[in-house]
């Protein structure tokens, strides 16, 4: 009794430590969205349209870098070193950011500020998955994705309390961005007591330390474990990831491609494009500034909530099947959203409230079932071997179409109009619901990953 309670609060808490990783994805992500508006202005770093898209974007051409990177960085040095130098990296380019003087100053500082948040969505998810028992591995890597929602409501509320207090205050924005290093530095605290991953242990053949650690964090079967571990090891024969290697294996060349794809339905849905220009966005249709703050906030809560309470029915449910009913659900959404905005028929002020409802729903969709999903269904279908290499991968694609659509969606709103621009992706949800048919198939990624070997 005594050692399972002392198991579950090691692994908690390490569980938590790792999520924080999560939470400054979303931070950082999210913090942009009410600053953006501050730092444009002529007194400030006066952005035009296009320059917003790049200071945007620039975090996530980084992220790009940092997701490719952080796969062979933690196959050498292990996981929790890993997070340690990615909250380094968060601190540092936290401070250039609130302290750039112009528009390449800031683009160059979020650059390096992406690599650490690419290479934060790439490890946690994995790292959660590996030092989790099976029961509660679904749940546990679905925290990071409660966590991230987590991190964007938190810059929600402190760009809305900060925007409201001093918004008349010219730099008030260099105080929401510096704001997101308080949780990096917490992150580099905690992560000196939390556990490292016994999987790479297995891999690295310290197969003692990693029997200790499964132990510890409550796994059953311990013995089991180790032998399977060190069994796949002597299998390949102790070489090192090869590509070569692993894209002559059909089985594992079909589940990159699947996780790609999972990667590539994520973002496509457009729903970043709201986390970065949710109070520019809110302001075009007719909302002040300051409601705009706000409104923010309504949506981060309601995202938290819906998150909370999808990430415990996916748990239970067809990962597949709920993958499709929550990209249906986008495209219900975003459609209204688009009509909304369309018609003519309303008040300003009513189409101000159904135009927050719309969002709030697509939101909670999106953060409820797509999102959660995607990244439960990617730190799952990897086998150990080459989990690192292959989700950096995916994580990537999911960063490098964050890159494409947060760069052209301020020319599209200009060129389109917002209702058009909706419509887009709506469009855009519905090809995902295909391409979730055609390759997301959960019997068919299972039987993969069973016969897969590197």
Same mark, same amino acid.
């Given at each position: 009794?005594?050692?399972?309670?002392?198991?579950?609060?090691?692994?908690?808490?390490?569980?938590?430590?790792?999520?924080?990783?999560?939470?400054?994805?979303?931070?950082?992500?999210?913090?942009?969205?009410?600053?953006?508006?501050?730092?444009?202005?002529?007194?400030?770093?006066?952005?035009?349209?296009?320059?917003?898209?790049?200071?945007?974007?620039?975090?996530?051409?980084?992220?790009?870098?940092?997701?490719?990177?952080?796969?062979?960085?933690?196959?050498?040095?292990?996981?929790?070193?890993?997070?340690?130098?990615?909250?380094?990296?968060?601190?540092?380019?936290?401070?250039?950011?609130?302290?750039?003087?112009?528009?390449?100053?800031?683009?160059?500082?979020?650059?390096?500020?992406?690599?650490?948040?690419?290479?934060?969505?790439?490890?946690?998810?994995?790292?959660?998955?590996?030092?989790?028992?099976?029961?509660?591995?679904?749940?546990?890597?679905?925290?990071?994705?409660?966590?991230?929602?987590?991190?964007?409501?938190?810059?929600?509320?402190?760009?809305?309390?900060?925007?409201?207090?001093?918004?008349?205050?010219?730099?008030?924005?260099?105080?929401?961005?510096?704001?997101?290093?308080?949780?990096?530095?917490?992150?580099?605290?905690?992560?000196?007591?939390?556990?490292?991953?016994?999987?790479?242990?297995?891999?690295?053949?310290?197969?003692?330390?990693?029997?200790?650690?499964?132990?510890?964090?409550?796994?059953?079967?311990?013995?089991?474990?180790?032998?399977?571990?060190?069994?796949?090891?002597?299998? $390949?024969?102790?070489?090192?990831?090869?590509?070569?290697? =692993?894209?002559?294996? *059909?089985? @594992? +060349?079909?589940? /990159? %491609?699947?996780?790609?794809?999972?990667?590539?339905?994520?973002?496509?849905?457009?729903?970043?494009?709201?986390?970065?220009?949710?109070?520019?966005?809110?302001?075009?249709?007719?909302?002040?500034?300051?409601?705009?703050?706000?409104?923010?906030?309504?949506?981060?809560?309601?995202?938290?909530?819906? $998150?909370?309470?999808?990430?415990?029915?996916?748990?239970? =449910?067809?990962?597949? *099947?709920? @993958? +499709?009913?929550? /990209? %249906?659900?986008?495209?219900?959404?975003?459609?209204?959203?688009?009509?909304?905005?369309?018609?003519?028929?309303?008040?300003?002020?009513?189409?101000?409230?159904?135009?927050?409802?719309?969002?709030?729903?697509?939101?909670?969709?999106?953060?409820?079932?797509?999102?959660?999903?995607?990244?439960?269904?990617?730190?799952?279908?990897?086998?150990?071997?080459?989990? =690192?290499?292959?989700?950096?991968?995916?994580?990537?694609?999911?960063?490098?179409?964050?890159?494409?659509?947060?760069?052209?969606?301020?020319?599209?709103?200009?060129?389109?109009?917002?209702?058009?621009?909706?419509?887009?992706?709506?469009?855009?949800?519905?090809?995902?619901?295909?391409?979730?048919?055609?390759?997301?198939?959960?019997?068919?990624?299972?039987?993969?990953?069973?016969?897969?070997?590197?």
């Amino acid at each position: 009794m005594t050692s399972k309670k002392y198991n579950s609060k090691f692994l908690n808490y390490s569980v938590y430590v790792i999520s924080l990783g999560g939470f400054l994805f979303g931070y950082d992500t999210g913090v942009i969205n009410g600053a953006l508006a501050f730092m444009s202005r002529p007194d400030q770093l006066n952005l035009n349209p296009s320059l917003q898209g790049v200071v945007s974007s620039s975090l996530v051409i980084g992220a790009c870098i940092g997701a490719l990177g952080c796969g062979k960085v933690a196959d050498q040095v292990g996981r929790k070193k890993t997070l340690r130098l990615i909250a380094i990296v968060f601190t540092i380019s936290t401070f250039l950011c609130a302290l750039a003087i112009n528009f390449w100053f800031m683009a160059i500082f979020r650059f390096i500020l992406g690599i650490a948040v690419g290479a934060a969505s790439s490890l946690s998810p994995m790292y959660l998955a590996e030092i989790s028992p099976d029961s509660l591995r679904s749940a546990n890597v679905n925290k990071n994705a409660i966590f991230i929602v987590l991190g964007q409501l938190s810059a929600f509320v402190v760009n809305a309390i900060l925007g409201n207090i001093w918004g008349n205050w010219g730099p008030i924005w260099r105080i929401m961005v510096l704001s997101a290093a308080i949780p990096s530095v917490i992150l580099w605290i905690d992560s000196f007591r939390i556990s490292g991953s016994p999987q790479w242990l297995l891999f690295k053949r310290r197969v003692n330390k990693a029997r200790q650690l499964f132990r510890r964090l409550g796994f059953s079967n311990t013995k089991q474990l180790v032998i399977s571990g060190t069994e796949t090891i002597d299998e $390949s024969d102790d070489q090192e990831f090869s590509w070569s290697v =692993a894209l002559k294996n *059909k089985n @594992l +060349v079909y589940l /990159l %491609i699947t996780g790609i794809v999972i990667a590539l339905i994520q973002q496509i849905s457009g729903v970043n494009t709201v986390m970065y220009y949710g109070t520019i966005l809110l302001e075009n249709v007719g909302m002040g500034a300051g409601g705009s703050l706000y409104a923010n906030i309504l949506i981060g809560v309601v995202s938290v909530i819906a $998150s909370i309470f999808g990430t415990r029915t996916i748990e239970k =449910a067809n990962h597949h *099947k709920m @993958l +499709v009913i929550g /990209l %249906i659900g986008n495209v219900v959404f975003l459609a209204l959203l688009g009509l909304i905005m369309k018609t003519t028929m309303f008040s300003q002020t009513i189409t101000n409230v159904l135009v927050l409802i719309a969002l709030t729903l697509f939101l909670a969709n999106h953060q409820g079932i797509v999102s959660p999903v995607t990244w439960l269904l990617l730190a799952e279908m990897f086998p150990g071997k080459v989990k =690192a290499q292959f989700m950096s991968v995916a994580t990537a694609t999911t960063w490098i179409t964050n890159f494409i659509i947060s760069l052209i969606y301020p020319q599209l709103i200009a060129l389109l109009g917002t209702a058009i621009v909706f419509f887009v992706f709506a469009l855009s949800n519905g090809f995902s619901i295909l391409l979730s048919v055609i390759f997301v198939n959960g019997r068919k990624m299972k039987k993969a990953y069973e016969n897969a070997e590197v």
